[in-house]
């Protein structure tokens, strides 16, 4: 099992940014791959950016460039700083955990809101 605490998030205008964390109650080591995901009201949950065990990062097309990933492996914590922010990143931000052999197991945080405004 893997618990995840997330903090950060808020109000930002466009162009702001804003950084958000997860802390994992666990080793990230053991952890497959730790991600952000981000629902707007009305849409699917959709992948943000990930990263793997042995740190390879992806991101989706929407926040290249804007979004960064990263981890803090002695705090087990994994970040999302979002630069040069837009409306259209409003949503709830969850953060997830795969583990298993089999990549077959999901964990999420209580997610956080981010809202872009004026």
């Known amino acids: 099992q893997v618990q995840l605490v997330e903090s950060g998030g808020g109000l930002v205008q466009p162009g702001g940014s804003l950084g958000l964390s997860c802390a994992a109650s666990?080793?990230?080591?053991?952890?497959?791959?730790m991600a952000w995901y981000r629902q707007a009201p009305g849409k699917q949950r959709e992948l943000v950016a990930a990263?793997?065990?042995?740190?390879?990062?992806n991101y989706a097309d929407s926040v290249k460039g804007r979004f960064t990933i990263s981890r803090d492996i002695v705090k087990n914590t994994v970040y999302l700083q979002m630069n040069s922010l837009k409306p259209e990143d409003t949503a709830v931000y969850y953060c997830?955990?795969?583990?298993?052999?089999?990549?077959?197991?999901?964990?999420w945080g209580q997610g956080t809101q981010v809202t872009v405004s004026s």
């Open positions: 997830n955990a795969n583990v298993g052999p089999n990549y077959d197991y999901d964990y």
């Open positions: 666990r080793n990230i080591f053991t952890i497959n791959a």
């Open positions: 990263i793997t065990r042995s740190g390879y990062t």
